[in-house]
């Protein structure tokens, strides 16, 4: 919950395998697009089928049908009745993934298994987070993975000091899932 109601800007989940960082991830996705009507969200992870088996997968565990306006898959493209629309790519594999990214005018990023992407995609998406009127907010979930990019930048808060009071982290254990 701690996660969920965070005013933070950027957001990361850093766990073990099954302590529900995914979930939380589609479920904050679904939040912000039925909070802001008419928002723009991407979801992404590095290549478009674990994408699809995965994280798309959680998303259609827990969104609603009956808020789904149209799934477009060729665009892959989720337009909610309250005129949100989800957006969901691959963002390592696509050789186009960088000039689609640059055009889009967001207001949610979700970035799954973070520790599959480079830093400099991230500052990507961080630069496109431009929507008006809505929480203009990105977040990530990851294993841990060494003292990569996404450890630097939340954990050891590896970042301009003017950027320090936008970040939160929480780091999660496998062994906490009761489950």
Sequence with gaps: MEFHRSPKKFRCIIGGWGCGKTTAGVLEAINLSLRYPGNFGLIARADTKRLMMTTLAELFNYLP???ILE???REQ???LIN???IAYMGIAEEYDARDKIQSMNLGWFYIDQAEEISED???LLKGRLRRQNTSRQGYL???AAGKNWIYKRF???DVPEYEKENYAVW???????IY
């Design 83 to 85: 005129g949100s629309q």
């Design 155 to 157: 954990v050891e808060m």
């Design 77 to 79: 493209m989720i337009t």
């Design 171 to 177: 780091i999660i254990k496998s062994f906490e899932n």
């Design 65 to 67: 049908k009956e808020l």
């Design 141 to 143: 979930t990851a294993n």
């Design 121 to 123: 995609m991230f500052l």
């Design 71 to 73: 799934h477009n898959k």
